[in-house]
T-cell receptor, first 103, second 114 residues
Framework: GIQVEQSPPDLILQEGANSTLRCNFSDSVNNLQWFHQNPWGQLINLFYIPSGTKQNGRLSATTVATERYSLLYISSSQTTDSGVYFCAVEMRFGAGTRLTVKP | ETGVTQTPRHLVMGMTNKKSLKCEQHLGHNAMYWYKQSAKKPLELMFVYSLEERVENNSVPSRFSPECPNSSHLFLHLHTLQPEDSALYLC?????????????FGPGTRLLVL
């Protein structure tokens, strides 16, 4: 099956800093999603992005399907951005990046 | 509020019990999913239903038995579970499974097997 690898596994930021999260995948994709899981376990879909670039407020994502990676950018991070960010490719999830934003 | 609800939110059961998890989606979707999230492991896709037909079963032990009576409801029947089955069980739905689908997740059921 398809392999999904995320990096870094953990990230600690000071409030206001920017960050880039990476997702590598092993095969061509029709479906790639980024999710945020809050401390209570709720998963919220951030982007559906099998290719191209999308932006939503302080978040943006880019997928380069030919090179089999996707990036999630978080700008001007806030403490409420803390949690685990998952990349899901063809409904298969990576291990996630745990983000902690300190005030 | 994602439009996907799960009950119960927490469940403690013994290894000889039988219990069921319920998921309901209010989004008019045709596909529903069960995932298992264990500590320090990626989410594992367990079952996929499309238009009430099971389309994927990822080598899940038979002590987990899914049921999809209609496109809005999904159940996971549990019996003779093991302590290693303790996990967060997440339900999701999407408009279809053919690609181009955004998944919406419920809040999960935290299961503890004693």
């Amino acid at each position: 099956g398809i392999q999904v690898e995320q990096s870094p596994p953990d990230l600690i930021l000071q409030e206001g800093a920017n960050s880039t999260l990476r997702c590598n995948f092993s095969d061509s994709v029709n479906n790639l999603q980024w999710f945020h899981q809050n401390p209570w376990g709720q998963l919220i879909n951030l982007f559906y992005i099998p290719s191209g670039t999308k932006q939503n407020g302080r978040l943006s994502a880019t997928t380069v399907a030919t090179e089999r990676y996707s990036l999630l950018y978080i700008s001007s991070s806030q403490t409420t951005d803390s949690g685990v960010y998952f990349c899901a490719v063809e409904m298969r999830f990576g291990a996630g990046t745990r983000l902690t934003v300190k005030p | 509020e994602t439009g996907v609800t799960q009950t119960p939110r927490h469940l403690v059961m013994g290894m000889t019990n039988k219990k069921s998890l319920k998921c309901e989606q209010h989004l008019g979707h045709n596909a529903m999913y069960w995932y298992k999230q264990s500590a320090k492991k990626p989410l594992e896709l367990m079952f996929v239903y499309s238009l009430e037909e099971r389309v994927e079963n990822n080598s899940v032990p038979s002590r987990f038995s899914p049921e999809c009576p209609n496109s809005s409801h999904l159940f996971l029947h549990l019996h003779t579970l093991q302590p290693e089955d303790s996990a967060l069980y997440l339900c999701a739905s999407s408009s279809g499974v053919g690609g181009g689908e955004t998944q919406y997740f419920g809040p999960g059921t935290r299961l503890l097997v004693l």
